[in-house]
């Protein structure tokens, strides 16, 4: 079975900072890697995604994630974060089994964007 | 607009009680999940379905039940077998049924249910 874990459960940072959100993962075969946002009290929206290819990965809102296979990795980045991206991100694994796109998600870093 | 609408926003339930959550899509996709979010655990699948008339059981399938009778569809019902009902609760879609593992959920607005 897979499994991820996100190490930080909270995040602060200032606004115009960089920031980075660690996602590492666990498999026996090969994963698909997902970040989703969740603002407060809304739905997951995609950020982005890895299936193969170039292992960086540009997403919306100006996000980019790195796979790195040998760390089992998948961390976030944001040069400059805005208060706007004060909100709940998941990381979430997927493989491929034939038998639904079912996702193991990671227990979420909140990211608190201070002025 | 195309999209996942789930009802209500907020839902209020004693115990003992049954209660549905609605979720539906008009997004023509054919893959339906429910999840149950609670603090600091992230989301944990429930139940799934690919086609109409079929679904299969989640992680955490104890105490809900669910029906697929419209491709559109796909309300979970809490029944009072579930120990700590209260969470909030997040339906999901896919296009495809290949289970191929690359598909984008898309998800709804959620449901917040507490048990008093």
């Known amino acids: 079975a897979q499994s991820v874990t996100q190490l930080d459960s909270q995040v602060p940072v200032f606004e115009e900072a960089p920031v980075e959100l660690r996602c590492n993962y666990s498999?026996?075969?090969?994963?698909?890697l997902f970040w989703y946002v969740q603002y407060p009290n809304q739905g997951l929206q995609l950020l982005l995604k890895?299936?193969?290819?170039?292992?960086l990965v540009k997403g919306i809102n100006g996000f980019e994630a790195e796979f790195n296979k040998s760390q089992t990795s998948f961390h976030l980045r944001k040069p400059s974060v805005h208060i706007s991206d004060t909100a709940e991100y998941f990381c979430?694994?997927?493989?491929?089994?034939?038998?639904?796109?079912?996702?193991?998600f990671g227990t979420g870093t909140q990211l608190k964007v201070e002025l | 607009d195309g999209g996942i609408t789930q009802s209500p926003k907020y839902l209020f339930r004693k115990e003992g009680q049954n209660v549905t959550l609605s979720c539906e899509q008009n997004?023509?996709?054919?893959?339906m999940y429910w999840y149950r979010q609670d603090p600091g655990q992230g989301l944990r699948l429930i139940y799934y379905s690919q086609i109409v008339n079929d679904f299969q059981k989640g992680d955490i399938a104890e105490g809900y039940s669910v029906s697929r009778e419209k491709k559109e569809s796909f309300p979970l019902t809490v029944t009072s077998a579930q120990k700590n009902p209260t969470a909030f609760y997040l339906c999901?879609?896919?296009?495809?049924?290949?289970?191929?593992?690359?598909?984008?959920?898309?998800f709804g607005p959620g449901t917040r249910l507490t048990v008093l």
């Open positions: 999901a879609s896919t296009p495809g049924t290949s289970g191929d593992g690359t598909d984008t959920q898309y």
């Open positions: 890895y299936l193969s290819g170039s292992t």
């Open positions: 498999s026996s075969v090969s994963v698909y």
């Open positions: 997004l023509n996709h054919d893959a």
């Open positions: 979430a694994v997927s493989i491929q089994t034939g038998g639904g796109n079912k996702l193991t």
